[in-house]
């Protein structure tokens, strides 16, 4: 037995000749990470106070120093604390006038509650590792939101108004006049030292005076995507509070009289001119301007499903699912822009403003025009129809038509109104790519 248990010992010895010493060492480095500090009980004021330190009431009621925001710049106490309230008021008007005016629903919802997630404090839902930021990045920065929703639109809209009434296309160029003529304000403001905007970036807030939002954020990802943000807030803000804004200056510019002018009623436009009208605006933008064909080809593309008639599947999914998704994205990514420290910042308050003025041009002009043109048309023309010359939708038609029987309850001019809307889609593309063609 003793024979047996030595040959056992002098097997393992040769096997692991360290095994002694291993272990030896093992046990002093053991001691040595193991050497731990005496746990220090905490009161139970102590843990309410770290508790207390990582809620929201304190991140914004007692703003520290060094604070970072989503894109790593230090935050002001004012932008911790009053401004996070202040933005977070803002998101809630948003959601009222969705809910209880029913001003854009559609827009106003995603975006409100968008802003209302930016501005939580410590959550950092916004950055560029939250939801928020990286829909952000998937969808505006890259320009592909704005194109799924125009061929969404394009799937959506019919240009046999247009197409009935050539002469309206007329209206949609005049209202784009706001976008040209913001350019030259943002320019002179510039030059004054008031805003310190380069052209280019004047260009790129100029689009906002069209009231289109996919196109703003396709120009200004192109000129100014130092802008992008607080373009994308205004040029959607402004799309989804065309029933405000438009029906004072529409009243201002005409008389009863004038809005209660009726229009005769239109041609039945065919098939095949429905089918002919996107493949030849397309093969237009190819010839004359190709830094417009992302957008006039994502429109031209949608419409030209649903007119074929033959791929109903497709065009259902671009009208209802695939436009109601990215809806939702691009709504909750504008509204990150929204976070106090983007937003209460003078550069983003100049351009809402400048962007106010040019959409409140815009629709002047159009109005303006029709005011003109009904002077010298055999047809009468109701002024009414000018406003949605903006590019927004078909929301500047329905403001037209309503504020059309409110003077004259017989009165419907929604598909008279389509006609001037459906071109302005198109103007404001062309005056996006007119701009991008310049400085590129």
Partial sequence: MKKFLFSIVFVLTILFPTFSSASSTHDVASDEVTEVKPYEPKTVTELFGSFFKSTGISAIFNPQEGV???????????????GRIIMILICFTLLYLAVAKGFEPLLLIPIGF??????????????????????????????????????????MIDFGPLLANPKTAILGAAAQFGIFGSLVGAATLSQLGIFDFTLEQASAISIIGGADGPTSIFIASALAPELLGAIAVAAYSYMALVPVIQPPIMRALTTEKERQIKMVTTRKVSKMEKMIFPLTVLMLTMLFL??????????????FAKESGVVDRLSDTM??????????????????????????????????MIGLIAFSIGTAAGVLMAKLMNKFSKEP????????GVSAVPMAARVVSK???????????????MGPNVAGVIGSAVAAG???????
């Avoid at 023309?381 to 949605?388: D, S, V």
């Fill in 68 to 82: 970072k925001t989503a894109h790593g710049k230090d935050m002001s106490f004012f932008e911790q604390s009053f």
């Fill in 114 to 155: 968008g802003g209302i997630l930016a501005n939580i404090p410590l959550a950092g839902i916004a950055g560029p590792d939250g939801m928020l930021g990286i829909l952000y990045e998937i969808g505006i920065s890259n320009q592909f939101f704005p194109l799924l929703i125009f061929m969404g639109v394009g799937a």
């Fill in 290 to 303: 190709p830094s417009a064909a992302p957008l006039i080809g994502a429109l031209c593309f949608g419409n």
């Fill in 319 to 352: 009208q209802n699912a695939l436009i109601n998704i990215i809806t939702i994205f691009l709504g909750l990514a504008v509204g990150s822009k929204l976070a106090s420290d983007e937003f209460l910042v003078a550069e983003t308050l100049g351009i809402m």
């Fill in 381 to 388: 023309i109701n002024p009414l129809i000018g406003a949605a």
């Fill in 403 to 417: 504020v059309g029987q409110e003077a004259n309850k017989s009165n419907v001019l929604l598909m008279h109104a």
């Fill in 434 to 440: 007119v701009l991008i063609s310049i400085f590129q």
